[in-house]
């Protein structure tokens, strides 16, 4: 089972449960207040996802590191195309 069809039967499963909820199918006879925190859950669960998502890209982003010796070696390998070019007639 692929990463995808792992997430698209999650989602299903997430989504058929929470409409059970909603439509009160299984006859549970919970109050209002729960109603009104069922309702709107999955508006919750993707502001959380959202948040997460945000949060964990600042993290890894605060925390990239410069790697100059990678640089340097890309510059070089650069440096020796663009001769390996000019050696063949192509002028930049």
Known sequence: MTKLEQWALSLLLLTLGWLCLVQDLLNLGYG???????????????VTAGSYTLGTLGFR????????????ELFKQIQEARADL?????TL
């Open 32 to 46: 209002r207040r729960f109603y009104d925190v069922i309702l709107p859950l999955p508006v919750y669960l993707l």
């Open 61 to 72: 982003l605060a925390n990239f590191n410069d790697c100059e010796e990678a640089a340097q």
């Open 86 to 90: 000019a050696s063949k007639g192509l």
